[in-house]
């Protein structure tokens, strides 16, 4: 199994550009996570879906994020416009359900910085 | 805000002690996770001991859970070089927020050859 696997592992723009972080979760899973991590905030959970739905989304900063599960086996996070303060590192992850008590399985991340 | 706050912040040992790490959090929980992430990448998880457990083990690993008290700690024996990483426990609340996990800021370990 290759793990969750996320693209691109770094990305660099400047203030006001469109980011695109994208994530294949592990193949069966039906649930799916994207995280933020700062050292000032830790992580952060933006928001997550199961069976492509997305659950819960409270955590998502401002209208600018927005996440997308077209597919059991793809998703996306946009930020659009991008700011210095969206700097960190995304992580996507995923699990299985069963009953609520399923480790989740976590991608390398993407380091964003925004300049 | 977190739910989990780990303690201590940062911990420094020699090869071959033992490190113990601490969680506590504030509200009921259906189960409590231990993850483990090292420089540069993706948390992984170590073990998960549901509310109704009090204890559980695995390889160099301990962990207790003491709900009464709402707090968890992590033990790792023997410690290597290999173990340096950063710690986080994550809580899961059930109910409504059934496969959402809540994580601690974590504890970072540092152990020293």
């Known amino acids: 199994d290759a793990g969750v696997i996320q693209s691109p592992r770094h990305e660099v723009t400047e203030m006001g550009q469109e980011v695109t972080l994208r994530c294949k979760p592990i193949?069966?899973?039906?649930?799916l996570f994207w995280y933020r991590q700062t050292m000032m905030r830790g992580l952060e959970l933006l928001i997550y879906f199961n069976n492509n739905v997305p659950i819960d989304d409270s955590g998502m900063p401002e209208d600018r994020f927005s996440a997308k599960m077209p597919n059991a086996s793809f998703s996306t996070l946009k930020i659009q416009p991008s700011e210095p303060r969206d700097s960190a590192v995304y992580f996507c992850?995923?699990?299985?359900?069963?009953?609520?008590?399923?480790?989740?399985?976590f991608g390398n991340g993407t380091r964003l910085t925004v300049t | 805000s977190q739910q989990g706050e780990e303690d201590p912040q940062a911990l420094s040992i020699q090869e071959g002690e033992n490190a113990t790490m601490n969680c506590s959090y504030k509200?009921?929980?259906?189960?409590l996770q231990w993850y483990r992430q090292n420089s540069g990448r993706g948390l992984v998880h170590l073990i998960l001991?549901?509310?109704?457990?009090r204890e559980k083990h695995s390889g160099r690993l301990r962990v207790t859970l003491d709900t009464s008290k709402k707090s968890s700690s992590l033990l790792i024996t023997a410690s290597r070089a290999a173990d340096t990483a950063s710690y986080f426990c994550a809580t899961s609340a059930g109910g409504t927020s059934y496969g959402k996990l809540t994580f601690g800021q974590g504890t970072i370990l540092t152990v020293h050859p």
């Open positions: 001991i549901r509310s109704n457990e």
């Open positions: 193949s069966g899973h039906d649930y």
């Open positions: 992850a995923s699990s299985f359900s069963t009953q609520g008590a399923s480790p989740l399985h």
């Open positions: 509200t009921s929980i259906n189960n």
